[in-house]
């Protein structure tokens, strides 16, 4: 019931050229934009991350248009301002940019000029900029098992770090329900990846596990998931649900655990999260509240497709994550349009 057409028109953002490369004076300790603590970004440096404060683009003109021949801290930076730049606003130079920085990683890789936390990030960061082209922008003759290689270096580079392990996870579990394998020990796997963090584990992974046949158990483990999940108590300070660079995060996750119940044939809390997605900062913002409200309006409508699918069937095509805003969905742009 996702009307793809609108939000592909909605979310058409004006294309804008990135600006040739110019030089900068250096920032020493300032926190562009000041949006809240950010992993891997070192603000006493030479290098300029993005300023997510800024309506319109991520990219200052610092560094050459591809990232072409940095290393180090600055190969990184330039990476996070292509990232979100196209990530955020030229979304038709996705695929052009991952091609261009999966050679950038294997350069920096090589020259050992990142420390271990930054080059996991830089491996994330890229892997996530061709899962967004494929999933949002449908460049399918991207490679998946390279992205899949990319966060299996990033985890292996940052083990600890629990949201690089859930993407690599969702590729994985993806993976094994295609192969056919025996989906119990990553059932146990999730589990534990949960206990956890489930602040981190029930957004990644709960629209991923909706979409699944029935049968394999992960739909009515994601409504499970998403039961439990209390965004307050999950997250601390850490959720606040304002930034700029997830701007409308709190809108998206409400939604998306109302398609998870819907999944589920829960038609009353399918309700109540439409409810809480309409209550959120920047709703009256959010480039999907007509979806909100029609659902809303007749909400057995919201949930007939879902309940008209078999048990051996996926309903990955019916989800907000199955569609061109699989991401925007929460990453949109605060002043995108
Ligand atoms: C349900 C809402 C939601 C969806 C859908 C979503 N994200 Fe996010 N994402 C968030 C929130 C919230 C954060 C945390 C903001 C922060 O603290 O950086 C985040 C953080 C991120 C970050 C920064 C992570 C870091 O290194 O700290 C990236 C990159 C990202 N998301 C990419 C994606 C991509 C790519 C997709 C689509 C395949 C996606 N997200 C889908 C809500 C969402």
Redesign the pocket.
């Known amino acids: 019931m996702i009307p793809r057409t609108r939000f592909a028109l909605l979310l058409a953002l004006p294309f804008a050229a990135l600006p040739l490369a110019s030089c900068s004076s250096p920032t020493s300790c300032v926190t562009p934009g000041g949006d809240?603590p950010?992993?891997?970004y070192d603000y006493c440096s030479e290098a300029t991350y993005p300023d997510f404060t800024q309506p319109r683009t991520r990219w200052d003109g610092t560094y050459p248009e591809l990232c072409e021949g940095l290393t180090g801290e600055h190969a990184w930076a330039c990476t996070e301002q292509l990232?979100w730049q196209v990530?955020q606003f030229d979304h038709g130079r996705r695929a052009e940019a991952y091609r261009a920085l999966v050679p950038l990683v294997e350069r920096v890789e090589a020259d050992g000029s990142l420390d271990d936390h930054h080059l996991a990030?830089l491996n994330?960061?890229v892997a996530?900029?061709g899962?967004?082209a494929m999933?949002?922008t449908g460049e399918t003759d991207l490679p998946v098992g390279q992205m899949q290689t990319l966060l299996e270096r990033a985890h292996e580079l940052d083990p600890d770090e629990i949201?690089i392990e859930a993407w690599l996870y969702t590729l994985l579990v993806n993976g094994a329900i295609v192969l056919g394998q025996d989906l119990d020990p990553y059932i146990d796997h999730l589990w534990a990846m949960y206990d956890r963090d489930p602040a981190i584990v029930t957004?990644t992974f709960m629209?991923v596990l909706a979409g699944f046949p029935k049968e394999t158990g992960f739909p009515d483990i994601a409504a499970e998931m998403v039961d439990r999940f209390v965004p307050e108590e999950a997250c601390g300070d850490?959720?606040d649900?304002e930034?700029l660079?997830?701007s409308f995060?709190a809108a998206?996750?409400y939604f998306?655990s109302a398609e998870v119940y819907a999944r589920v044939g829960d038609t009353e809390k399918a309700r109540e999260q439409l409810e809480l997605a309409k209550a959120s900062p920047n709703y009256d913002r959010w480039p999907l509240r007509d979806v909100v409200e029609d659902a809303l309006a007749d909400i057995d409508a919201f949930t007939a497709p879902f309940e008209a699918r078999g048990e051996d069937e996926y309903v990955t095509d019916l989800l907000i994550?199955g569609t061109d805003a699989?991401?925007m969905?929460?990453?949109a742009p605060l002043e995108g349009e």
Do not use: N
Request: charged fraction near 10%.
């Open positions: 809240g950010y992993p891997a990232f990530f990030r994330l960061r996530q900029l899962v967004a999933a949002e949201f957004p629209a850490l959720c649900w930034f660079r997830a995060g998206g996750q998306s994550t699989a991401c969905v929460c990453h």
